[in-house]
């Protein structure tokens, strides 16, 4: 079993930043062999892709919507992988997840929901106008 926690998500005006976190672990599980991704979710709609990294952090991908404003990054001797927002708008606001892709050691990147297999609880974001 893999447990997923974000941290990081709260209430930011717009134009403002925020960094969410993401702790990864398990008895044997490695995170360093694991792409990583952020996806979002907003009431009554589908969970969409932000951002993937992969396993070294050398290849990164981004949804248009949020290109040149978020960054994905991550820490392997930490076991954690991060989500630097700027300038926020209200249309970013949603609840954030972070997950752990089924493939090992890949050295690309992942869009789809079905190619993620452990899931955080989510971390609310909210962007005032």
């Known amino acids: 079993q893999v447990h997923v926690l974000e941290f990081g998500g709260g209430l930011v005006q717009a134009g403002g930043s925020l960094r969410l976190s993401c702790a990864a672990s398990?008895?044997?599980?490695?995170?360093?062999?694991?792409?990583m991704g952020w996806f979002r979710q907003t009431p009554g709609n589908e969970r969409e892709f932000v951002a993937s990294?992969?396993?070294?952090?050398?290849?990164?991908d981004y949804s248009d919507s949020v290109k040149g404003r978020f960054t994905i990054s991550r820490d392997n001797a930490k076991n954690t992988v991060y989500l630097q927002m700027n300038s926020l708008k209200p249309e970013d606001t949603a609840v954030y997840y972070c997950?752990?892709?089924?493939?090992?050691?890949?050295?690309?990147?992942?869009?789809?929901?079905?190619?993620?297999?452990?899931w955080g609880q989510g971390t609310q974001v909210t962007v005032s106008s």
């Open positions: 398990g008895r044997t599980f490695t995170f360093s062999s694991y792409a």
């Open positions: 997950a752990v892709s089924i493939f090992t050691r890949a050295t690309t990147t992942f869009r789809r929901v079905q190619e993620y297999t452990y």
């Open positions: 990294i992969s396993v070294s952090g050398g290849n990164t």
